[in-house]
């Protein structure tokens, strides 16, 4: 059995290049160590430091060996039947968080104490922090990282980001707002206290244009802290003829004078942007 972090981090890595090595029960050991570690909370699948976040690719190699080493089997929850190969996520009570039938949190992600989880969907290797409402039907994706105080209203889609192993989750940061079916994936990340209206799509290549100044400002695969997002249309030239496409647009920041609870739906309403 592994005993340290390092030592874990270099069975995974080594088995994850040579799929042979899954035949060790200590290689094994350390694959299930890894994920009980990250369902847990102790581990994480990327962290935010000084210079921004950092992917811990071998934590997301574990999980895809994770897929490997385990067997499909039958599961029964009440009326309730899956076959699977990861189990759903145990101990719900003791942890302080609120799962709705049927809402589901797989094993493998970490929710901490004071989330609330509607009839939406947690993956393996997600994170959710506390007081954060993931509302009915919204999925948080493989790996994404949620963090404390966000709202993800009904219906939005956090895109799950598994291969390859250095990729950088979706990420959404403390204090955001995501509108009903809002849309973001392929690791865009979403900073502190911004808010999406409802339907905002964001793609890694989608154009997020602030208009707020005389001359407009393109981000790609982050909204910058407190904007507030809307979706638009760009005109775009192809060999047919001009067609308009889809981008986002920020078209304001949210006040620091207003509560913060009270501006996650203030700040769209001030912009008479629908949630």
């Given at each position: 059995m592994a005993t340290s972090i390092e030592d874990l981090s270099q069975r995974v890595s080594a088995a994850f290049a040579d799929r042979t090595k899954l035949?060790?029960?200590d290689t094994v050991a350390a694959v299930r160590e890894t994920l009980a570690l990250l369902d847990?909370?102790?581990l994480r699948v990327a962290e935010k430091g000084p210079e921004g976040w950092r992917v811990n690719a071998w934590v997301k190699e574990a999980i895809l060996l994770f897929f490997a080493v385990s067997e499909m089997r039958v599961m029964e929850v009440g009326p309730f039947e899956f076959y699977d190969k990861v189990p759903l996520k145990k101990g719900l009570e003791a942890a302080g968080v609120r799962v709705v039938p049927p809402g589901t949190v797989r094993y493998g992600a970490f929710v901490e104490k004071g989330a609330v989880v509607m009839p939406g969907y947690v993956n393996?290797?997600?994170r959710v922090g506390a007081g954060t409402m993931v509302d009915t039907w919204a999925t948080v994706g493989s790996c994404a990282q949620v963090g404390r105080h966000v709202h993800l209203s009904g219906g939005v889609g956090l895109g799950g980001v598994l291969e390859p192993p250095?990729?950088?989750p979706v990420i959404i940061e403390d204090g955001a707002f995501l509108g009903s079916r809002s849309i973001v994936v392929e690791g865009v990340v979403v900073e502190e206290e911004a808010v999406l209206g409802a339907n905002v799509v964001l793609t890694a290549s989608t154009q997020i244009i602030d208009v707020t100044g005389s001359e407009e400002r393109v981000y790609k695969g982050r909204v910058p802290a407190r904007s507030v997002v809307i979706p638009g249309m760009r005109e775009k030239e192809f060999p047919a003829g001009k067609y308009m496409?889809?981008?986002?647009l920020i078209i304001g920041?949210?006040?620091?004078?207003t509560d913060q609870k009270t501006s996650l739906n203030a700040a769209l309403r001030e912009f008479a942007v629908p949630v």
């Amino acid at each position: 059995m592994a005993t340290s972090i390092e030592d874990l981090s270099q069975r995974v890595s080594a088995a994850f290049a040579d799929r042979t090595k899954l035949k060790d029960a200590d290689t094994v050991a350390a694959v299930r160590e890894t994920l009980a570690l990250l369902d847990a909370g102790e581990l994480r699948v990327a962290e935010k430091g000084p210079e921004g976040w950092r992917v811990n690719a071998w934590v997301k190699e574990a999980i895809l060996l994770f897929f490997a080493v385990s067997e499909m089997r039958v599961m029964e929850v009440g009326p309730f039947e899956f076959y699977d190969k990861v189990p759903l996520k145990k101990g719900l009570e003791a942890a302080g968080v609120r799962v709705v039938p049927p809402g589901t949190v797989r094993y493998g992600a970490f929710v901490e104490k004071g989330a609330v989880v509607m009839p939406g969907y947690v993956n393996i290797g997600a994170r959710v922090g506390a007081g954060t409402m993931v509302d009915t039907w919204a999925t948080v994706g493989s790996c994404a990282q949620v963090g404390r105080h966000v709202h993800l209203s009904g219906g939005v889609g956090l895109g799950g980001v598994l291969e390859p192993p250095s990729a950088t989750p979706v990420i959404i940061e403390d204090g955001a707002f995501l509108g009903s079916r809002s849309i973001v994936v392929e690791g865009v990340v979403v900073e502190e206290e911004a808010v999406l209206g409802a339907n905002v799509v964001l793609t890694a290549s989608t154009q997020i244009i602030d208009v707020t100044g005389s001359e407009e400002r393109v981000y790609k695969g982050r909204v910058p802290a407190r904007s507030v997002v809307i979706p638009g249309m760009r005109e775009k030239e192809f060999p047919a003829g001009k067609y308009m496409v889809p981008c986002a647009l920020i078209i304001g920041q949210r006040k620091a004078s207003t509560d913060q609870k009270t501006s996650l739906n203030a700040a769209l309403r001030e912009f008479a942007v629908p949630v």
